[in-house]
């Protein structure tokens, strides 16, 4: 079930389902200790005698107000004669999760409405050891476990605190979260422990044909006196006011950069705006990055996209950047330098503390020894900070990661070579998934070495700077004399080292369109425009749906009940390479007019919300994998920034032609 509004300050962080109940919890790292563990917190609503938890029986509209991080949720249940609007944000300073509800009584006569809010806590990740009690101090709910609390209130008609609540406890025989407001009542159970759970109600009394409003928080917090202040903050702040603070606090950020964004339709500009407010919601106040945090994909690999990629990292720390919010991307990279191994390269994924995460890759490989790495992470970081140094001019920030990041990441790139073919030696794939030499790896290899080699120019580092620049440019010419196929006169995505070369891999593949993307050839050179022909003719979907595959055969996600003759399911990443590529090779305004439409494509498969998935299904257009995908909202970005820089630059070619004339 996709994530629909994720809601954040940095620290504290909550993602919804499509029906609109809480299904992670991150608090005190973006993606790391989920006190949810994917359960659902249930929203329900008794008026009349009858019960209705959110879900079919309720018309859903989930959406944020516009330019803002505070959500715009509108529900209707014509059996109850309800119609409630909701806002959801977590306050820009402080852990606080914040909930307005808005209760409009359809019915021609006066009727009490109970709201009825359930938490099924997993503290730490786990079920073992938490308490649940009702706190008369606060006048709230507290969930516990050793340094994790959170303590929940709530507002309506003037009073302050919780007046309805029970605790209860998870058991195979015991109750489930919730069940015992289905009969409108809470029996005021003080205090459950072990597995605990608990529930609170508000009961409120609408006039005919009127509204009210309540208001429901959860503050997070490591010790009791810091979730009792926070508390304490709403009381004096006022839920409102926090919301209103938190709303302008956002437009304030977005406007910042989406306002320079001219010439393209609203339908993209839009989620352009809400794609930048979405990266902001995965990173962490210390510097990670993460993938997605949508706790759903436990359920295929037992792993989640909860880590920090050097890959997924850079391409959204080089949108921000270029986007205009270095700022936001300073503590990530200390964070890479930080965890950087001495060689001078990054491992698959951390976790956002900065410990290692799980890895996927092997140390063996047909029984011989290798690093389980993607050498594209190491590479890419360092082209993401020669756009962050570009944006922001700041050399004094640069410095000190010149020796603890830049040089040691570098030098690793130099040294793992091939000493024949003087290519890099192998590493896994992009898709994590093959074990070779990527056309792909070689071009961001390629892109972070010229990036290294102009922070050396900036510190007069003349002979390091020389250096990197001659390894770039015999890589650049060993992908024309080893990475192009004669036979098929285009490019080949990877190849495994053989006497003399290597054996090429036929399968097209998206990412070899990198090789124009970051910078390595020209889009026009004739053995790129076939390239990306064939990528154009064999990986777009032929399905009312379209949209682009990663490659042929891709069976990632791929739903039974797919057509049995696509590639692969649509990722926006690679509808937005497309993009990217046609950008690139635009020579007039004609011709970039080519681009829209993938941009398009994007916007027309986002939620409502304007959440980007992962891949979309090829027949329905509904979310695959991961929601969201931080990834696709920086490839979003980034190409709408690419689209509005060749509009100005053709623009400009376009008056100095006619004045030359």
Not at 192 to 211: C, F, R
Not at 558 to 575: C, M
């Amino acid at each position: 079930m996709p994530k629909d509004i994720p809601v954040s300050n940095g620290s504290f962080l909550l993602n919804f389902d499509s029906d609109y109940q809480i299904r992670d919890v991150y608090f005190p790292f973006i993606g790391q200790e989920n006190h949810s563990s994917g359960q659902p917190f249930r929203f329900g609503v008794w008026a009349d005698g009858q019960y209705s938890w959110m879900g079919p029986e309720w018309e859903k509209d989930l959406r944020y107000h516009n330019e803002s991080l505070v959500t715009d949720v509108c529900l209707k249940n014509e059996a109850l004669g309800l119609e409630l609007r909701c806002s959801d944000v977590v306050d820009l300073d402080l852990n606080i999760y914040i909930k307005k509800i808005e209760v409009n009584n359809l019915k021609d006569k006066a009727r009490q409405v109970r709201l009825f809010f359930s938490h099924d806590f997993y503290l730490y990740g786990n079920d073992i050891g938490g308490t649940a009690y009702f706190d008369p101090r606060s006048c709230s709910i507290i969930h516990y476990k050793i340094h994790r609390y959170f303590l929940i209130s709530c507002w309506a008609h003037g009073q302050w605190g919780v007046k309805h609540f029970t605790c209860g406890r998870r058991s195979p025989e015991g109750s489930v979260p919730g069940k015992e407001a289905e009969n409108g009542k809470l029996d005021g159970n003080p205090s459950a422990w072990g597995s605990p759970h608990s529930t609170i109600g508000i009961w409120l009394e609408l006039p005919a044909k009127e509204k009210t409003n309540a208001y429901y928080w959860m503050a997070a917090g490591t010790t009791y006196p810091e979730v009792a202040k926070l508390n304490l903050e709403v009381h004096q702040k006022s839920p409102e006011e926090l919301i209103r603070r938190s709303s302008k606090y956002w437009t304030t950020w977005v406007h910042k950069q989406s306002l320079k964004i001219k010439g393209l339709p609203k339908s993209i500009t839009d989620v352009f705006s809400r794609s930048l407010l979405i990266l902001r919601t995965q990173i962490d106040n210390h510097g990670a990055i993460i993938a997605a945090n949508d706790s759903d994909i436990v359920r295929f690999g037992k792993d989640t996209y909860s880590y920090m990629w050097g890959r997924d990292g850079a391409f959204v720390a080089a949108a921000l950047s270029k986007a205009g919010y270095s700022h936001v991307c300073m503590k990530y990279f200390d964070f890479c330098a930080r965890v950087l191994c001495d060689e001078g390269y990054l491992f698959q994924h951390y976790n956002p503390d900065g410990s290692l995460a799980s890895n996927w890759h092997a140390w063996l490989v047909d029984g011989k020894e290798v690093l389980p790495i993607q050498e594209d992470s190491t590479a890419l970081t360092l082209w993401a900070l020669w756009i962050h140094y570009q944006s922001l001019k700041d050399v004094e920030f640069i410095r000190p990661l010149y020796s603890t990041l830049i040089k040691k990441a570098a030098d690793f790139l130099v040294s793992y070579r091939d000493p024949q073919t003087l290519l890099p030696l192998p590493s896994y794939d992009l898709w994590e998934e093959r074990y070779a030499l990527h056309a792909y790896t070689v071009a961001s290899v390629i892109a972070g070495l010229r990036a290294a080699a102009n922070f050396a120019k900036l510190f007069q580092d003349t002979d390091l700077a020389k250096k990197y620049d001659l390894v770039a440019d015999e890589m650049t010419e060993g992908i024309s004399q080893y990475l192009y196929h004669e036979g098929l006169k285009r490019f080949a995505r990877s190849g495994s080292r053989i006497d003399g070369g290597y054996k090429l891999d036929e399968v097209i593949d998206i990412s070899l369109l990198s090789l124009v993307t970051l910078g390595v050839l020209d889009p026009n050179d004739p053995r790129m425009i076939e390239t990306a022909n064939a990528v154009r003719e064999q990986l777009w979907l032929k399905t009312p749906i379209e949209g682009c595959a990663r490659y042929q055969g891709d069976a990632y996600q791929r739903a039974e009940d797919s057509p049995k003759d696509i590639p692969g399911n649509p990722w926006f990443i690679s509808t937005l390479w497309l993009a990217e590529y046609f950008i690139a090779q635009a020579e007039n305004q004609q011709q970039l007019q080519a681009a829209l439409p993938y941009l398009e494509w994007c916007g027309k498969n986002a939620l409502p919300s304007g959440v980007l998935a992962e891949q979309v299904h090829p027949v329905t257009g509904s979310p695959l994998c991961v929601s969201p995908l931080t990834w696709s909202h920086s490839a979003f970005v980034w190409t709408v920034l690419k689209y509005a820089d060749k509009l100005t630059s053709l623009k400009k070619n376009s008056i100095h032609k006619k004045a030359g004339a």
